[in-house]
């Protein structure tokens, strides 16, 4: 009877891209009941960890950064959420999802609008060797290795190194580079608009944070767990 069990449903299951298809169009429509609740479970935690990480503050300052590195990995769920907001997957509604993204991308430091022309980018030119730099980590083939001056070679493994890779580019790209609409600059006000809206918004809760808290919060929270949560973004 088991042998009987496992022939059926090795009949059953699709064998070609067309049985596959219908059987993951049910996939492809967003749920707004799970979208709603993988927000809340991810959302809902980081902003209690944050709290409790300040509470800890007042115990020690370890323990705070030691929470605040646990929170990065709700962060990099965050981030997850904001990427398929900008794939117009979370939600139904295209606008919905745009300013759910543009509203995490204050929380992930990444300015949405210019994040999703930039990924769109990367996911179009993705494997051409020709039109490699937006979205991308520097990769040269070996052969483009080898036709390096010695000095480049440094440059380049100095780039390469995992402390430089996971350690100074999270600060470089999320402090720093996402400050600015780079690499659409030239590309209309909507991504001076994201950018710099996201930056104001930052500024102002920083600010808050900073008018209640002091620096500590700053120093021992917020940066360690949005540079983290980006050596973490990197690796995957």
């Known amino acids: 009877m088991f042998d009987s069990q496992v022939t059926q449903a090795a009949v059953a299951e699709p ?20 979208s709603l609740f993988e ?4 959302l809902g935690p980081f902003l209690a960890i944050w709290a409790l990480a300040w509470w800890a503050l007042s115990l020690s300052g370890w323990l705070a950064v030691g929470l605040a590195l646990v929170n990065a990995i709700f962060l990099v769920r965050l ?12 939600f139904r509604n295209r606008k919905a999802g745009d300013w759910v993204g543009r509203i995490l991308g204050v929380v992930t430091l990444t300015p949405y609008d210019v994040w999703r022309r930039v990924h769109s980018i990367h996911h179009s030119d993705a494997g051409n060797l020709d039109k490699r730099g937006m979205g991308d980590i520097h990769t040269l083939t070996v052969d483009e290795y080898r036709d390096l001056s010695r000095w480049d070679k440094i440059m380049y493994r100095i780039y390469r190194n995992p402390i430089v890779l996971f350690g100074v580019g ?18 209309g006000a909507r991504y001076w608009i994201s950018a710099i809206g996201t930056n104001a918004v930052l500024f102002v809760v920083l600010g808050i944070i900073v008018w209640f808290g002091g620096l500590q919060p700053l120093l021992l929270i917020f940066l360690p767990t949005s540079i ?9």
């Open 15 to 34: 064998t070609t891209a067309r049985e596959w298809v219908k059987v993951l169009a049910k996939y492809r429509e967003p749920n707004h009941g799970r």
């Open 39 to 42: 927000l809340v479970v991810t």
């Open 79 to 90: 981030f997850a959420i904001q990427h398929d907001c900008g794939h117009s997957a979370f």
């Open 170 to 187: 999270p600060i470089y790209l999320y402090i720093l580079q996402n400050r600015l609409p780079f690499g659409l600059m030239r590309d």
């Open 228 to 236: 983290f949560a980006g050596a973490i973004g990197i690796w995957l």
